[in-house]
């Protein structure tokens, strides 16, 4: 190989190199400028000579070109579903049943997988390269969603070792961390986009965006469990060999599995992992149990195409309550969005009060006809936000209030808009006081603003003591006490919080702006790519679409915001009040913890997962979601679980929070 190919091969090379120890290890190699340099180098040259772009070539990882509709996909072997059994005596029932068709089963032994609840996929891979990648559709034909599963970090798009059929099919379950959909559903709130109900709806729904970039930004994982090759050789016997065959492949395998002989072993074992699921950090609704050796698999066969017999689903029903649903309330949101709520009689679900329930939306609550005064089941499962099934309706007493879609928004009595596009309702009126109260609170809010929450605010607005964010900047604490509520301290913190504010960098301000479709993790960067708000401001679409991470809708909305007069001037007044216009550099932003990765695990004493990681952030560090060699060190609180007794096995030092909070010189 000479000249182009070589260069491209090498450069294919780097990059790949690149977004391991990016994203896989969580140390970066390449300076972002530097990334880009190569990435473009790359393009260009596959640009000039097309036979030289690879479907491994990390310019095909980024997110192709938006598609206008998903091709179909035929699988080479039916994706099938899994019965379940939902305690001892059904799984005994289903051994029984294979062992009068195979009685080798009883002894055969069984594998147990955790059950990931995300998407179902099918990675086909060609001599050892990924070439398609399907949801699972009806199960015969899904989509081809393979630009969008390149994108997708640990997806391999070409094979490590040796041994693979030269045509298979591997079966996976792309999911989210909990703690990215936790981030995932707090930046879109923050950007005023709908929220995702549970991983698994947010997991299939980042597949089937038609602009890979989005996909991307997302953030999804995957777990790989199952090979499909038909009429070829697999290099192992059973299923607990073909999952460490997987690994020795590149696929990532979801590390909880175990080998029993039998099922009285499988159901002890089962318990145990039952225990262990609600510390996972990601979805996981039951066990897989499966016949060990694969040559019983072929015997045993599926019911009607449909489910194998060798595999069942063990699941544990998650905990549903029953309430009084008092009252549906609507919440204008800062985009003018209705979003509806129920107030429910406070009820206990896996140990947690709940008192109001999202309704997600009016067509939601249409459908399901739930009504006020309604007895509605709600669940609430892991990190998710409790939601209404629905009602119990031979409890209804007839006294049930219907519910009607309003037609004036509940804040300001304007029109309320019903898009024929979208399931979301909006007040016409862009300013609804509604929605300047939401972006007041928002700002104040990312700001980092204490004491000024919705009273405060509503107190302000009513006053006619501010009408924008910018007039919060011209406050003093006189003005303040002539409010209800404020004394002479309390007045000056305030107006002593909001001069602070000004010293936030350019990404929170960016953030605390609430432009559409941009939260937290989109305004850095933003801020870290342009460094100033003027170079942003007069930034074109393309240019900020380049950005790794940034799609075109994004870049249309931030371009959008900048046009508008208002907003402009409003920037122009921030500006004159001394906000800070710029973001600090990486050589400026290094903390106490630059260069060091962290994980938690358990329950801290004071700080919450959330805030732990907000501060090692602060700091300079990384968080990362599990323990590995690069781990400086696992931080420790109560009922920690698998991570310590990996980072044991690792060797990899255990602080508690109080050593976490010395290291990164904060206070608690
Ligand atoms: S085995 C023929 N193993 O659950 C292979 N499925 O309800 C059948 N799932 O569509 C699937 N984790 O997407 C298997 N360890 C695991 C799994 C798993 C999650 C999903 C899978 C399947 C669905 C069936």
New binding site residues.
Partial sequence: MTGPAARAAELRRLLERANYAYYVLDKPELSDAEYDRLFRELQELEAKHPALRTPDSPTQRVGAEPATAFQKHRHLVP????A?AFNEAELAEWENRNARLVPEVRTAGYTL?????????SLTYEKGLLVVGAT?GNGLVGEDVTANLRTVVDVPLRLRGKGWPQRMEV???VYFSKSRFAQLNHEREQANEPTFANPRNAAAGSLRQLDPKITRSRGLRI?C??V?APGQKLPVATQHELLEQLTAWGFPV?TH?ALVPDLPRANTAIATLEQALPALDYG???V?V?VNPLKLHAELG?VGNR??R??V?RKFAPEVQVTKLKEIRINVGRTGALNPYAVLEPVEIGGVTVTTATLHNFDLIEAKDIREGDWVEVTRAGEVIPQVLGPVRDRRTGKERKFKRPERCPVCHSKVEYPSDEVMAYCSNVSCPGRILESIVHFAAVMDIRGLGYERVRALLDAKLIKDVADLYELTPMQLLALEGFAEKSAQQLVDAIQASKKQPLSTLLNALGLRHVGAQVAKLLARHFGTMKALRNASVEEISNIRGVGTAIAEAVAGFFDETKNRKLLDRLDKLGLTFTEPTAAERKGPLAGQTYVVTGTLPSLSRAKAGELIEAAGGHVADSVSKKTTALVVGADAGSKLERAKALAIPIIDEAELLRRARAKP
């Fill in positions: 994706m099938l579903s899994l379940n997988e955790v059950k990931i609840d995300g998407a179902a996929v699972r079966r996976g379950e777990f469990f199952h499909e979801e599995h996981a609704d039951g897989v499966k599926t489910e194998p060798w595999a689903a």
